[in-house]
């Protein structure tokens, strides 16, 4: 993995084809990556065909940039294609941590702002229930005494090294026990997993989607990626990918994140009419030519774009 900034051109193409016309659509994508302090987006350009009457642009309630378009011409074919700028730079070193239950206790305490804020990601949601097997299989990585990161880390490599990678052996409703119980999923599943295993011990996970380098040894490039933050107190916000059993670092582009996939699905919405539907994506994360000298591009802000045109 390399540690110099690396500035990517992204693209995100997703094509629904249905069996009949559909009259109208509101269709939301969060397809814009996130600023950072180690991710700098200079651009980012989403298109739509047909399209849109209207688009409006809102960060939602986890501060992700949500795009929505209204299309309100009949059609069978309705694709989006988002193309952003990104500079990601090396992430800061880890500290030595604190033992995970001081972190544990920190969050029940929720004495300062960051653990108040990060108390609502050791609930349960959605997508991952509390379940006592959840919690259970986080244990032989959680030994008393053990520093969080480290704990995390192993729980991240039990995960890469016990469940198989199968792309189409699951679905989005497939329940995350079942996924437990047959060991085997995409990196969805995974991060469910292993966060719901964390908040079975009282820590705070979220859920992160992104990208990964395109071609390169990465399980699930070249497609929406997701993988694991785990607040770590003095470190903040550490990320995990027990996909790859890596810590996301320059591979990774990050585009938002939630309590679970249900809160950053890529793009999702409403259409009347349309019967039944195939939708093919399309995702690509190259590097620019600038960015082999392994020179770093500072950006002095952020432009977010968002407009209709063609594919």
Known sequence: MTRAAVRYRVTHATHYRYNAPVSQCLSEARLTPRTLPWQTVESTVITSVP???SITTRRDYFGNIVSA???????????????????????PALSTGVPWEAARDALRAHLTSDTLAALEFTCESPFVPMASELAAYARPSFTPGRTLTDAARDLSHRVFTEFAYKPSSTAIDTPLLDTLRLRRGVCQDFSHVMIGALRGLGLAARYVSGYLRSGGDYQGAEASHAWVSVFCPGDGWVDFDPTN???????HVTVAWGRDYGDVAPVKGIALGGGKQVVDVAVRVDPEPSSQSGQSRQADQSNQATRPGSL
Not at 72 to 90: C, G, I, K, N
Not at 245 to 251: E, I, R, S, W
């Open 245 to 251: 059993d890596v810590l996301p670092d320059t591979g």
């Open 69 to 91: 378009f209204s299309i309100v011409e009949s059609h069978e074919r309705y694709s989006t294609l988002a193309t952003s700028l990104v500079e990601v730079r090396p992430r």
């Open 51 to 53: 399209a849109p009457a």
